[in-house]
């Protein structure tokens, strides 16, 4: 393996202390503290699981927390009652909707009651536009963090040829305009794409968020390329035993690692930045709140 394993959950960590230190300082020099609420309806394994470890990260780092469980029947009405009393509460700078919805609330309607100085998922349309349009927005977590792990790693990306795979609204699309904004050469990928490998192997930057499983194989990559790994998949590992299973990414990672210059791991790549990023967005909601500076590093 040739490749620079670029370390997601201590660069996550970083992320978490440098967090931490600017809300002792709202805390210390302002009298400030930053407040995340997290709403989840329903009780989604997943979901639930996930919604903890925010709430444990959130008041590791010095915010508040504040959890919101609603059960799964929970009228639109109620939900969107709630928003609002959180979009009227000047102690929380944060508000997250924890998604998927059940079936029967519209989730476009939900993240769009959000408001859009508070939605540090980075979904509400206005949010959206304004990424879109390269003015100051909420950024959605995962590509912030894939940002700034490819800052960190490369410098300037001014010039470099990116290829994005996958257009989803949380991850491909947002992913495209932080790579613009940092002058790179953009290409979004998709099922629909002509020669898709051919589209990979010219890129100096590979994100890959598709939700295939090792669907980016080391013969896609070209030799020395940066790869971000955004893809979570749960296979089958019978060298395990009967009925284990284990993470894999969307890309092939020992191909991939053998041709690659850098590669994120999955697990304990993309994954641990996202909790990271949505803290420093609650920071930096809160300091836009109050008209303070906003925290170096820690925006895109």
Request: overall charge negative; proline content about 6%.
């Amino acid at each position: 393996m040739s490749a620079t394993i670029i370390d997601g959950k201590a660069f996550a960590a970083n992320v978490r202390a440098k967090v931490a230190e600017h809300v002792t300082r709202l805390k210390d020099d302002h009298g400030i503290k930053p407040g995340l609420a997290v709403v989840l309806v329903g009780e989604d394994p997943a979901s639930q699981v996930y919604v903890r470890s925010k709430g444990k990260q959130t008041t590791e780092v010095g915010m508040n927390s504040y959890e919101h469980k609603l059960n799964a029947d929970t009228s639109e009405a109620d939900l969107l009652a709630l928003i609002a009393r959180l979009n009227a509460d000047p102690e929380v700078h944060g508000i997250l909707v924890q998604l998927p919805l059940p079936g029967h609330l519209n989730e476009d309607l939900v993240i769009n009651a959000i408001d859009p100085a508070k939605d540090v998922d980075g979904f509400h349309i206005s949010n959206v536009g304004l990424l879109g349009t390269g003015q100051k927005s909420m950024v959605p977590c995962t590509p912030l963090g894939c940002l700034m792990m490819l800052r960190d790693h490369h410098g300037s990306l001014s010039g470099l040829n990116a290829v994005v795979v996958g257009r989803s609204n949380i991850v491909g699309k947002p992913m495209a305009q932080l790579l613009l904004g940092d002058s790179c050469t953009v290409t979004i990928a998709h099922s629909r794409t002509k020669d898709l490998p051919e589209v990979v192997r010219g890129a100096d930057i590979v994100v890959a968020a598709v939700g295939r499983p090792e669907m980016v194989p080391g013969d896609w990559i070209k030799p020395g390329a940066t790869v971000i790994d955004v893809g979570i998949n749960r296979i089958d590992a019978p060298e395990k035993g009967d009925g284990k299973t284990r993470l894999v990414g969307d890309v092939h990672f020992e191909s991939c690692a053998e041709v690659a210059g850098a590669i994120t791991p999955v697990p304990g790549g993309v994954g641990p930045m996202t909790i990271a990023c949505l803290l420093a967005n609650t920071v930096t909601a809160c300091c836009r709140a109050n008209g303070l500076p906003e925290p170096q590093g820690l925006t895109a």
